[in-house]
T-cell receptor, first 112, second 110 residues
């Protein structure tokens, strides 16, 4: 069974540019989560989808971040416009209902 | 106060010894507790989860939970060099989102 995949693995962009991160969850997992780890800090929750619906987006830092999960399969996280403090590793995780979360390898975002 | 706190590392143990990792959490409503292992540059890998007070064993790993003390631990028996990694404690209430500790880096000396 394929695990959670994320693309790209690394992204370097300039302040003010736009970046879109993609996550493909494990097939059949209705729950999809986005987390972020900034340097020196803990991994922090961003948001949670159940199928195509946003269940909880309380961790989204501001309205420069937009997450979508059209069709309840893969998800995208867009940052527009990117700021320096958005740099970090963005993790995606998925799970069946009521089960532990399985994480992807992350996308390392560097904003210069 | 941080939601989840782990004992500061790094933790260095000789091969074959027991590595003991500790984690405390602040939310008494927490229901589920997880240990993830993360090798440098890789994804957090789920190694243990525990929901009830007491011990849960899986191979060389034992998770211990004490909800009254808001404490969860992970023991790694017969530590191997391949166990060298950062171990993340994660907790959630009934709302699915995980709260993570900062992680404890373990080094197993051959």
């Amino acid at each position: 069974e394929a695990g959670v995949t994320q693309f790209p693995s690394h992204s370097v962009i300039e302040k003010g540019q736009t970046v879109t991160l993609r996550c493909d969850p494990i097939s059949g997992h209705d729950n999809l989560y986005w987390y972020r780890r900034v340097m020196g800090k803990e991994i922090k929750f961003l948001l949670h989808f159940v199928k195509e619906s946003k269940q909880d987006e309380s961790g989204m830092p501001n309205n420069r971040f937009l997450a979508e999960r059209t069709g309840g399969t893969y998800s995208t996280l867009k940052v527009q416009p990117a700021e320096l403090e958005d740099s970090g590793v963005y993790f995606c995780a998925s799970s069946p209902t009521g089960r532990p979360q399985y994480f992807g390898p992350g996308t390392r975002l560097t904003v210069t | 106060q941080k939601e989840v706190e782990q004992n500061s590392g790094p933790l260095s143990v000789p091969e074959g010894a027991i590595a003991s990792l500790n984690c405390t959490y602040s939310d008494r409503g927490s229901q589920s507790f997880f240990w993830y292992r993360q090798y440098s540059g890789k994804s957090p890998e789920l190694i243990m989860f525990i929901y009830s007070n007491g011990d849960k064993e899986d191979g060389r790993f034992t998770a211990q939970l004490n909800k009254a003390s808001q404490y969860v631990s992970l023991l790694i028996r017969d530590s191997q060099p391949s166990d060298s990694a950062t171990y993340l404690c994660a907790v959630n209430a009934n709302d699915y989102k995980l709260s993570f500790g900062a992680g404890t880096t373990v080094t197993v000396r051959a």
